[in-house]
C-alpha cells in the first residue's frame, strides 16, 4: 500500500534508526543534505531499485545524488572490486598497475585529458583544480556561477544555494569559511557571457579562473548556450584564465567523453567523481600535461598528497565501470531515449494539466521546475514554487517512487531503468500532479 512508503510514519524502523542516529551523529546524517525533514533509512538496493529498512521497494531516480550509474550493486562492477579486496590493499610507496589502467582509461575517454590525478572524491578534485589553476596563473581570484556546487571546501563553498529565498547572500552554512576565501571567489550568472565579461573587465590580471558545471545539475539542469560555452573558452583564453569543467555529475554519464565531447569545447582542466565508480568513492583531475606537470614532486610546485588517492577499490570500480560503458555504448542510447521519453511524458502532463511547471534535463537527467518557462539561468529558477515541489516529491515517494528531494535539483535514469519504470513513473506523476490541482 502507499501509505507504506511514508517517511513520516514514525512506528518504523527507518524512524528509530534515525532518533539513534542523531544521538552520535549531528543532525542523524553525514552529508548535511541527506536530511530533509524526516528520515531515511535504506538497508539494499538492487539494480533501478532501493529497499528501506522496513522492507519497502523504492524505483530509485535519486540515485546518490548520480553516483549510481549503472544501477546498484551491479556485478559489472561489484564483482571485480569482490576479486581486488583481499589482493591490493596499500602500500603508500610507488604506483599500481590499477591506477595507471585508470589514469590511461580517462585520458583516452576525455578529450582534453592527457594525464590525471586520482582523489578521493569530487571535491578534492575540484580543490586540487582550483590550486593549479592559480600557480598555473599566479592569481588568486575565482570566478564560479550562482547555484553551482562544486563540493564543500572553502574554495566553493559560495553562493551555493539552490533555494531562491538564500540566492545571493553569505549561504547560511558558511560559519567558520574565512572572508578572504569567500571574497576571492566572484559569482557570475549561468547563460550570461555578459555577466562573466563584466567581472574580467572589473578585476584585469586577478582572474586565475572559470569553473562551471558544465550543465549545472545542481539546479536541475540549465542546458548552456553553444554561444555560452564557446564565449567562456574566448574569454578566458583571451584573459589568460584556466576554463574549468567539473563533470562530476556530466562526466561519464552524458557521453563516455563527458559534456565536452557533446559541446565540443575543451576546457583546461576536467574534474571527476560521483558516476565514474558506480558508487564506489573516488575522484579525479585532468588535463595537459603542461599544466598536470605542476603536481610532479620532483619538478612540479603543486602539493599532491592523500593517503588513500588511487586506492584500489576505488580503481578497480572506476576501471570496471568505464570499460562497461566503453564496450557497451547502448547504455547512451537507451539512457538517452529513456530520459526523453520521461521528460515529452512529463510535458504531455504539464500541459494536458495546465501547470505552471517547466520539464527540464538532458540525456538521462530529468528536473520539473514549479515554474512557468522559459528557464535559461539562474535567475528565472527564483520563481520556483519550492511548497509544490516538496509536495510532489512527498506524494511521489509514498507512492514508492524516490526523486531527489530539493526543489532545484535532478533525477538520474541509470542504466537499470526500463521503459516500463519510466511509463509506471509518469502514470504515478500524472495522479500526483492531478491531485495537487484539485
Ligand atoms: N562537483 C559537483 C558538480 C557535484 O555535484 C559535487 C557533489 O555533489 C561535487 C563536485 C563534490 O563531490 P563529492 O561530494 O564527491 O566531494
Same mark, same amino acid.
Given at each position: ?115 590525471? #590525478? ?42 551555493? #544555494? ?28 549561468? $547563460? ?19 569553473? *562551471?558545471?558544465?550543465?549545472?545539475? $545542481? ?49 583546461? !582542466? ?11 568513492? #573516488?575522484?579525479? !583531475? ?5 599544466? *598536470? ?88 529558477? *527564483?520563481? $520556483? ?17 524516490? *526523486? ?6 535532478? $533525477? ?27
Amino acid at each position: 500500500a502507499a501509505s507504506d512508503h511514508n517517511p513520516r510514519n514514525t512506528a518504523t524502523r527507518g524512524w528509530a534508526l534515525h532518533q539513534a542516529a542523531a544521538e552520535v551523529i549531528p543532525g542523524g546524517v553525514n552529508s548535511a543534505t541527506r536530511y530533509v525533514g524526516h528520515p531515511y533509512a535504506f538497508g539494499g538496493g538492487d539494480g533501478a531499485y532501493v529497499v528501506d529498512l522496513d522492507g519497502n521497494r523504492y524505483l530509485d531516480y535519486h540515485a546518490a545524488f548520480g553516483a549510481i550509474l549503472l544501477g546498484h550493486n551491479s556485478p559489472v562492477v561489484d564483482d571485480p572490486v569482490r576479486a581486488a579486496v583481499g589482493a591490493l590493499d596499500l602500500f603508500g610507496l610507488g604506483v599500481t598497475e590499477l591506477e595507471v589502467e585508470l589514469a590511461t582509461r580517462v585520458t583516452e575517454a576525455i578529450p582534453s585529458a592527457e594525464m590525471m #590525478i586520482a582523489t578521493m572524491s569530487g571535491s578534492e578534485a575540484t580543490a586540487q583544480a582550483v590550486r593549479l589553476a592559480r600557480a598555473a596563473t599566479g592569481r588568486q581570484l575565482l570566478v564560479k556561477f550562482q547555484g553551482g556546487f562544486h563540493g564543500w571546501h572553502d574554495a566553493v563553498a559560495r553562493n551555493v #544555494i539552490s533555494r531562491p529565498e538564500l540566492a545571493y547572500g553569505r549561504d547560511p552554512l558558511s560559519a567558520g569559511i574565512l572572508d578572504s576565501v569567500l571574497e576571492s571567489t566572484l559569482i557570475a550568472e549561468f $547563460n550570461d557571457l555578459d555577466s562573466v565579461k563584466a567581472l574580467f573587465e572589473q578585476y584585469p590580471d586577478r582572474i586565475a579562473g572559470v569553473i *562551471m558545471e558544465p550543465i549545472p545539475h $545542481n539546479v536541475g539542469a540549465l542546458v548552456p548556450t553553444q554561444e555560452f560555452v564557446d564565449g567562456l573558452r574566448a574569454l578566458t583564453a583571451d584573459h589568460g584564465a584556466l576554463l574549468i569543467f567539473d563533470e562530476v555529475i556530466t562526466g561519464f554519464r552524458h557521453a563516455l567523453g563527458g559534456y565536452q565531447e557533446v559541446c565540443g569545447v575543451q576546457p583546461d !582542466l576536467t574534474t571527476f567523481g560521483k558516476g565514474m565508480a558506480n558508487g564506489y568513492p #573516488i575522484g579525479g !583531475l585532468a588535463g595537459p600535461r603542461s599544466l *598536470m606537470e605542476r603536481f610532479d614532486g620532483q619538478k612540479g610546485d603543486v602539493l599532491l598528497a592523500g593517503t588513500f588517492n588511487g586506492y584500489a577499490l576505488g580503481a578497480t570500480a572506476a576501471i570496471a565501470t568505464i570499460d562497461h560503458l566503453r564496450s557497451n555504448p547502448d547504455f547512451y542510447t537507451r539512457t538517452h531515449a529513456l530520459g526523453a521519453r520521461m521528460r515529452s511524458g512529463l510535458e504531455g502532463i504539464v500541459s494536458e494539466l495546465d501547470l505552471q511547471a517547466t520539464v527540464a534535463g538532458f540525456g538521462g537527467v530529468f528536473s520539473l521546475y514549479f515554474t512557468a518557462g522559459p528557464i535559461k539561468g539562474y535567475r528565472d529558477l *527564483m520563481r $520556483n514554487d519550492d511548497q509544490a515541489y516538496a509536495t510532489f516529491h512527498r506524494r511521489m515517494t509514498d507512492a514508492g517512487f524516490l *526523486m531527489i528531494p530539493m526543489s532545484l535539483k535532478r $533525477n538520474h535514469i541509470s542504466g537499470s531503468h526500463t521503459e516500463e519504470d519510466v511509463d509506471r513513473t509518469l502514470d504515478a506523476a500524472r495522479d500526483v500532479l492531478a491531485s495537487m490541482k484539485a
